[in-house]
């Protein structure tokens, strides 16, 4: 089979030779005089590493690799006398030879239960290239049915670098998209709405054809159900780290965090917008230093009282200074501070909780 990479081929019967050994298939690519960079054994493996990480058969690549070692100075021991250590020194050493590149395995595709804690870590390291975070929580399922597809979760440890310059960093690649272990994508904005651009993951599936495109997931149903899933999957997540709050510091490492993110979704997310809003927090007249949830809030509040009180500022010291404040207060009621900007558009949005 030949072709000039168009529309074109032909077949022609091969020599006997032409393979090695009983049985097998090999490729010859005839590079464009500017592909150059093709020739290298760094851009071949920075290539598969992208793309083919996680195939299941083994991929090798002829490199050549420098070793150095330590042998004895013929020079300078030629004086060596009896009983006196010989000298060393460092020489390198060039081989060649075949480097398997592929070494990463796709925990997604083992039952959870089989996968360690410690695995999960290590994988959401290696993944997404960050050493030094740990995630809060993660999330391993399998969808089936109409679509079938598996996927982890992660809620990072810290916001992420890209991030904290822009929450909604479009270089920010947080879903990786997999068809059949093949890398294809990590900029698919679909595959989770942008309220949650700080969730970090993976997805592979093989009802998607190897070629996909933004085009064809836009057209297909699959990524209407991926994406529903996957933001269930998410609240679940959040939802856990809320729960817990009372015996541990993560949820308020994570409002800190990714708090923002959830405003957002206030905003824009039509379907879920009351779930999320159980998990808002805020500082108020009465809570101190800590924070306050709605639940908290409805549940301290007087009989009588019909509405939920905020009170707009820069800063939880400024918002507490409002002269509505005092008046409300001598009524029993409480009053949330709303100190970011984002937060009089939330409330707009929000109009009414449990009502």
């Not at 010859?28 to 083919?52: N, P, T």
């Not at 002829?62 to 300078?76: L, M, N, Q, S």
């Not at 390291?125 to 679509?147: C, T, W």
């Not at 979704?265 to 159980?278: F, Y």
Request: proline share 5%.
């Amino acid at each position: 089979w030949e072709s000039e990479a168009d529309s074109s081929y032909t077949i022609t019967e091969a020599p006997d030779d032409a393979i090695s050994g009983e049985s097998g298939t090999k490729l010859i690519l005839h590079l464009k005089d500017d592909a150059s960079a093709y020739l290298e054994a760094s851009k071949i493996e920075e290539l598969l590493q992208r793309y083919s990480e996680f195939i299941e058969f083994p991929i090798s690549v002829w490199k050549e690799t420098t070793e150095y070692k330590r042998v004895p100075d013929e020079e300078a021991n030629k004086d060596l006398k009896e009983g006196e250590e010989p000298k060393m020194k460092t020489v390198p050493e060039t081989k060649e030879g075949y480097e398997t590149v592929n070494n990463q395995k796709p925990i997604w595709l083992r039952p959870p239960r089989d996968v360690t804690e410690e695995e999960y870590q290590d994988f959401y390291k290696s993944a997404f290239r960050n050493s030094y975070d740990i995630p809060m929580k993660y999330s391993h399922f399998v969808l089936e049915g109409q679509v079938e597809c598996k996927a982890i979760l992660y809620i990072p440890g810290m916001l992420p670098f890209e991030l904290s310059r822009d929450m909604f960093d479009e270089n920010a690649r947080n879903i990786r998209l997999y068809v059949k272990r093949v890398f294809i994508n990590d900029q698919f904005d679909d595959l989770l709405p942008r309220w949650l651009k700080f969730v970090k993951g993976v997805v592979d599936s093989n009802d998607l054809p190897l070629n996909v495109s933004r085009e064809i997931l836009q057209k297909s149903k699959v990524l209407s159900i991926i994406n529903k899933r996957l933001v269930r999957k998410s609240l679940d997540m959040i939802k856990e780290l809320a729960e817990a709050e009372e015996e541990d510091s993560q949820y308020i490492m994570f409002w800190n965090n990714f708090g923002k993110y959830l405003k957002v979704g206030i905003i824009e997310d039509d379907r879920n917008r009351e779930e999320i809003a159980s998990y808002l927090r805020f500082y108020s007249s009465t809570s101190g230093d800590e924070y306050t949830s709605l639940d908290k809030y409805i549940a301290n509040m007087p009989d009588g009282q019909k509405d939920i009180y905020y009170v707009t500022g820069d800063g939880k010291k400024k918002a507490s200074m409002s002269p509505v404040i005092e008046k409300l207060k001598s009524r029993g009621y409480d009053v949330l501070f709303a100190t970011e900007p984002l937060d009089e558009i939330m409330f707009e949005s929000l109009r009414s909780y449990k009502d």
